[in-house]
């Protein structure tokens, strides 16, 4: 039980909130989880990696079944049921006991709620474990691929992007950026976007009044 006695020590200490969707208290959880899976075997981190990943994405694309799962009014087994027959449909292969046990801690501790963040923070340090950086370009229409091609190879120059063995440009879609661009990479934050300079402008005229 790694994973339930490293979440419960950890989750005792969280400060307040941490960066972009994932909480504290979620990238508690990760590393809990991250953490059981690498001392057991690559192997393990991969079948870990692949199980949360499916979730996720599950989530994302059907919305009924993030909101089952995230349901406080659902008895927590339920929802965990739901989670194993979803990672074993169509599948010889059982469900690692490490992501039984990491669904059985959230439920126990009344966190399910905080699952898409800990599978993002989880994913995060997967890829710093593989050399990966994600680079999550949002704009508030899908930009054409010349451009992405051209904010790659930029991107590639900074000392981040180099120290890293993969570059992933991921492109997101967020209508109320209005335009331009805000760049996540690694720990960083580039807010280029015309919300952003809106908001500035609306601070100083409130503080001018």
Same mark, same amino acid.
């Given at each position: 039980?790694?994973?339930?006695?490293?979440?419960?020590r950890t989750?005792a200490?969280?400060?307040g909130?941490?960066?972009?969707? #994932?909480?504290a +208290? #979620?990238? %508690?959880?990760?590393?809990a989880?991250?953490?059981a899976?690498r001392? *057991?075997?690559?192997?393990t981190?991969? %079948?870990v990696?692949?199980e949360?990943?499916t &979730?996720g994405n599950?989530?994302?694309t059907k919305?009924?079944?993030?909101?089952f799962?995230?349901n406080?009014? &659902?008895?927590?087994?339920e929802r965990i049921? #739901?989670?194993?027959?979803?990672? =074993?449909?169509?599948?010889?292969e059982?469900v690692?006991d &490490?992501? %039984?046990?990491f669904f059985?801690?959230?439920?126990? $501790?009344?966190?399910?709620?905080?699952?898409?963040?800990?599978i993002?923070g989880?994913n995060?340090?997967? #890829? *710093?474990?593989?050399g990966e950086l994600?680079?999550t370009?949002?704009s508030?229409?899908p930009?054409?691929?010349?451009?992405? =091609?051209?904010l790659?190879?930029?991107? %590639?120059q900074?000392?981040?992007a180099q =120290?890293?063995k993969v +570059?992933k440009?991921n492109n997101?879609v967020?209508?109320t950026v209005l335009?331009?661009?805000i760049?996540?990479f690694g720990?960083?934050?580039?807010? +280029? =976007?015309?919300q952003?300079?809106v908001?500035k402008?609306? $601070?100083v005229?409130t503080q001018?009044?």
């Open positions: 039980m790694l994973l339930a006695s490293t979440a419960r989750v200490t969280t400060p909130l941490g960066r972009r969707a #994932a909480s +208290l #979620a990238l %508690k959880y990760s590393k989880v991250f953490g899976a001392a *057991q075997s690559p192997q981190l991969n %079948k990696a692949t949360l990943t &979730i599950t989530i994302k919305p009924e079944v993030g909101e799962i995230r406080p009014t &659902i008895a927590g087994e049921k #739901a989670v194993e027959a979803l990672l =074993s449909t169509g599948k010889k059982q690692s &490490i992501t %039984k046990n059985n801690v959230l439920a126990e $501790n009344g966190r399910l709620g905080e699952t898409e963040g800990i993002e989880f995060e340090l997967v #890829a *710093q474990e593989r994600t680079v370009v949002t508030a229409t930009l054409p691929k010349d451009v992405l =091609s051209r790659e190879t930029s991107l %590639k900074s000392q981040t =120290s890293a +570059l440009l997101k967020n209508p335009g331009g661009l760049i996540d720990d960083k934050t580039i807010d +280029l =976007s015309v952003s300079r908001t402008l609306n $601070n005229l001018s009044v």
